[in-house]
């Protein structure tokens, strides 16, 4: 079990503890996060799972994919945090990952 | 009493909407009454991923079965909603029990159009609509197997991908003279065309099935070229059937669905059809449509429970859609039917380029292989009915960020 901290746009601040080998996204879904949606179910195919992650655990995260990067140039408010969710697996290494939900998305 | 919902379905438009019933503020009961026996759950992986045994069934649910205790959820699985009485307000279940509602969601889908042809009833013989539908066939889908796919749709190419994938033999028959043919242009039917015969697949278009005969327990198909192909598995995937019969007996209008407002309303007070089984008005496009995307089955969802919420919002998306085959991934934003001016950005033989569709210099639709940029421009083009020149449209040179509508 990896711990992962949700922050909602407006604050609201949810941890869990997420299973290992299941994506970022899934995690959220079945834990009723707000603001990740997910609705291509992972397929990199239509950005509701985007995300923000900053602080040391960020440089632990997977590159961007070239089809990541692509949807998320076109993302609402899309920063130099900006990750999609489905692309990121949870592991042991990201204990304590801070992932942030953009407002767009409530 | 207060006041409760019945929802009928175990797609995505079912799951959706028990979601946004609860996100809305609804407080009142909900019963989740579905034919199959797994709560809602996505179908798009299973001619993907489930098909290709890379996604544990668990999954395939849209959430959790937690979610569905946490949010007081009675769900009947394995249950069928098999008479219904808009005037009492009444449904009657294949368990023999009664289901009184205030509000109803009709979220059931289709199912698949069955072969027409003599033979259709062989053992070989599968459609692939759910969890059991590929489960059924999964010990037939084996590596060295020969597998006939009737229907060159996105089905029965992304399962012709997975069956390369896992060394199958695939043959595609496709009655139309091109893949893709209800939705895609020559130029994209063509690449696509192409994709598949590269890797392998044995591509037949302009060939319908005319028979399916058995030998020794294999399924022989007998195609209107003449050809007899033995199978071991056949695929059928010919096109959706909605469900309309519920709605249709209790005296509900249907055409080529439940037919519903722009509120997802339908012509009885309190009864709302969404997803696959809906046909809805379409103000950007100027005519009712009846999509089968999980875009639609969501958004539909959730103005149906808006709806009830007493938040109505009336439904006006630009129709989005995504297929995944070999390592292409397509991405098609809008409806292309009409059009009379296709441009192609990019270099097919790169396998990344847009097809966008024009009317009148209108953008009506793009379709888009590992061109995710141009997918979000063009949806967003087509949202705001304006889009830039098919010549600025046309040039790759021109970074696709820098086309100003
Ligand atoms: C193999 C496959 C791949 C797909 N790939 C994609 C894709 O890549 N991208 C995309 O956007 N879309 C894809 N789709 C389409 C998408 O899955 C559908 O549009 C979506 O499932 C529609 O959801 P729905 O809830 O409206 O209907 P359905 O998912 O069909 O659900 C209807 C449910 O209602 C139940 N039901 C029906 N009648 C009754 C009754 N009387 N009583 C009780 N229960 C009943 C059924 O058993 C079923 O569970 C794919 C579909 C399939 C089959
Ligand atoms: S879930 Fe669709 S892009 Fe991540």
């Known amino acids: ?106 | 009493m207060s006041a409760n919902v019945v929802i009928v379905g175990g797609g995505h438009a079912a799951g959706q909407a028990v979601a946004s019933l609860r996100q809305g503020g609804f407080d009142g009961g909900i019963t989740l009454v579905t034919a199959e026996q797994s709560l809602p759950y996505q179908r798009p992986p299973l001619s993907k991923a489930y098909l290709a045994g890379e996604l544990p069934r668990e999954r395939l649910l849209m959430r959790p079965p937690a979610f569905y205790e946490g949010a007081g959820v009675d769900a009947r699985l394995g249950v069928e909603a098999t008479g219904l009485d808009a005037g009492r307000r009444s449904l009657t279940l294949s368990d023999g029990g009664q289901l009184a509602y205030h509000h109803l969601i009709l979220a059931t889908g289709g199912r698949p159009r069955p072969l027409p042809c003599p033979g259709a009833d062989h053992p070989a013989v599968h459609y692939l609509r759910t969890i059991a539908d590929v489960d059924a066939m999964r010990p037939r889908f084996v590596q060295g197997a020969r597998i006939v796919i009737v229907g060159a749709g996105y089905i029965g190419l992304e399962v012709a991908a997975v069956a390369i994938k896992h060394g199958l033999q695939p043959v595609v028959l496709e009655m139309a003279p091109m893949v893709l043919a209800r939705v895609a242009s020559p130029e994209v039917a063509g690449f696509f065309e192409r994709v598949h015969r590269g890797a392998g697949v044995d591509l037949r278009t302009g060939v319908a099935v005319s028979a399916i005969e058995d030998r020794d327990g294999k399924a022989v198909v007998v195609s209107t070229a003449g050809d007899r192909i033995e199978a071991d598995l056949v695929v059928a995937g010919v096109g959706l059937l909605p469900n309309v019969e519920l709605a249709q007996a209790a005296g509900i209008d249907c055409d080529n669905g439940i037919v519903v407002d722009a509120f997802c309303r339908t012509s009885a007070p309190g009864v709302y059809a969404v997803g696959d089984c809906s046909n809805h008005p379409s103000h950007l496009y100027g005519r009712r449509l009846r999509l089968e995307s999980v875009h639609n089955a969501l958004e539909q969802a959730k103005t149906a429970a808006a709806d009830i919420c007493g938040k109505p919002q009336a439904y006006d998306q630009v129709p989005w859609f995504w297929s995944d085959q070999y390592e292409l991934k397509l991405q098609t934003a809008g409806l292309s039917q009409g059009y009379d001016q296709v441009v192609i950005r990019g270099d097919m033989a790169t396998r990344s380029f847009a097809a966008f569709y024009l009317k009148d210099g209108r953008l009506l639709a793009v379709d888009a292989v590992n061109r995710p940029i141009e997918f979000t421009l063009a949806k967003r083009w087509i949202k705001d009915g304006k889009a830039p020149s098919a010549q600025q449209l046309g040039d790759d040179s021109i970074e696709a960020k820098a086309l100003a509508a």
């Open chain 1, 1 to 106: 079990m990896t711990k992962i901290t949700f922050v909602e746009y407006n604050g609201t601040e949810r941890s869990i503890d997420a299973e290992n080998g299941q994506s970022l996204m899934q995690t959220a879904v079945d834990n009723l996060v707000p603001g990740i949606d997910g609705d291509c179910g992972g397929s990199c195919a239509c950005a509701t799972c985007h995300c923000y992650i900053e602080g040391p655990l960020a440089a632990k995260l997977p590159e961007l994919g070239d089809t990541e990067r692509s949807m998320l140039e076109m993302a609402e408010g899309v920063t130099a945090a900006s990750r999609l969710a489905c692309q990121i697996t949870v592991s042991g290494d990201l204990d304590g990952l801070v992932v942030r939900t953009p407002e767009g998305q409530h």
